[in-house]
């Protein structure tokens, strides 16, 4: 098993590659290396955002990724093979030993020449708008990745996810010169906004819960100070880069950077972008603010309020079975579920069979994506500013 600070170097490198695309080649490189992986693609799709897409590769020559262009990407049977397969897990789908497979043309006239014997892949995202999948190529002596090895690339593939959520945003953000008030008002990320002298003004709900937790980043005196003191003089000049930065003569102001914490492995990914957009604060800050930049992330940590009597009220469930889906949106496993509300795991996953059946959903990531697509969290209060957007006490 790969050291942790291997694994977390990979991270840092996933999220570097949420502005500057090109690396992503090499961190497929570091993933190959991490699972003894000859060789790793990655495919992303965007329909809204086009320019988002891209297509990545490592230990793939240019003959061969030329000749799947030409031809074998029309004959991929990994598609068919990974077109059932739950997002966020990575399986074993081709081998050898399977005579349908491995007399297939796209195994034996394209993998096979390059010696790849065993490919494992894995769904990234899947949704009406975006597609990205892995693909992870073994010789026939490393043989096909153990549940060990598997489980390692399920953990990294949050990080890749969130990473690509930030690449989507930044290449928005690049288009657009700068930010928009649709873009900081997601309901999925939190933002901070800085002001013409880089100190933050406002802070939404997500990003007050970060700061108070004092895991990740802190704002004192105006001025913002990692964790990891290491990183409070990147982080300040980033920011202060965003806000002088002149956005009409370098599109690319602005950067992204993972932040360390103080109670997980995994860092804060962060999108720090300027702001000239004249008038998208009107409501959100006081008049005769400069909102200059804003700090844009996904906290994975973060947790989710939603009421139970509201999915008591629209799905019919029990107060235990609302729980239960409350924590599965939270990212809490099945195990830890039952160990937080003593029970057993066998009571948890009968709770759980039941909120599929009332939510008409089948899998984990089908219920997470009802739960989080929804309004719920908004309920009991009165307005969305006073949920969203906390001032910066300067006083």
Not at 119 to 135: F, H, M, P, T
Not at 138 to 160: C, F, K, Q, T, Y
Not at 169 to 189: A, H
Request: aromatic residues 8%; contains cysteine; negative net charge.
């Amino acid at each position: 098993m790969p050291s942790i600070s291997k694994i977390s170097t990979v991270i840092s490198h996933i999220y570097r590659a949420a502005t500057d695309p090109d690396s992503w080649s090499e961190v497929l490189k570091e993933i190959s290396l991490l699972v003894d992986a000859q060789a790793a693609v990655m495919v992303y799709q965007d329909k809204e955002v086009q320019h988002a897409s891209g297509f990545a590769s490592y230990g793939v020559s240019d003959y061969w990724a030329n000749r799947y262009a030409e031809y074998y990407g029309s004959i991929d049977i990994c598609f068919a093979l990974m077109a059932d397969k739950p997002v966020g897990k990575t399986f074993n789908i081709l081998r050898p030993e399977t005579p349908e497979i491995s007399s297939h043309e796209f195994y034996t006239d394209f993998l096979n020449p390059q010696g790849v014997y065993y490919l494992s892949g894995a769904n990234i995202i899947v949704d009406e708008s975006r597609i990205a999948g892995l693909g992870l190529h073994r010789s026939l002596n490393a043989g096909e990745m153990n549940a060990e090895l598997l489980e390692l690339v399920d953990a990294l593939i949050p990080h890749i996810q969130q990473s690509l959520d930030i690449q989507r945003k930044f290449v928005t953000l690049n288009l657009n010169n700068g930010l928009t008030q649709d873009s900081i008002l997601d309901e999925n990320f939190g933002f901070i906004l800085f002001d013409n002298l880089a100190h933050p003004v406002y802070l939404n709900q997500i990003a007050t819960q970060l700061v108070e937790s004092n895991t990740a980043i802190r704002i004192e005196e105006n001025q913002m100070i990692a964790a990891d003191p290491s990183q409070t003089v990147n982080l300040r000049k980033i920011v202060m880069e965003a806000v002088q930065g002149d956005v009409t003569k370098n599109l690319n102001a602005g950067s992204a950077l993972g932040i360390n914490r103080t109670n997980s492995q995994r860092p804060l990914p962060v999108l720090i972008a300027p702001i000239r957009s004249s008038g998208f604060a009107k409501g959100i800050v006081s008049e005769g603010v400069q909102i200059r930049a804003a700090m844009f992330f996904g906290d994975t940590e973060y947790t989710r309020d939603i009421p139970s009597q509201v999915l008591t009220k629209i799905y019919g469930l029990s107060r235990n079975e609302a729980k239960v889906a409350i924590d599965i949106a939270n990212g809490l496993s099945i195990e830890e579920i039952a160990s937080s509300h003593y029970r057993s795991v066998n009571t948890v996953k009968t709770q759980l069979r039941s909120v599929f059946k009332k939510t008409n959903t089948t899998r984990q990531s089908e219920l997470i994506k009802v739960l989080l697509s929804s309004p719920f969290h908004l309920h009991n209060h009165d307005t969305m500013h006073e949920q969203d957007r906390t001032p910066v006490d300067n006083g």
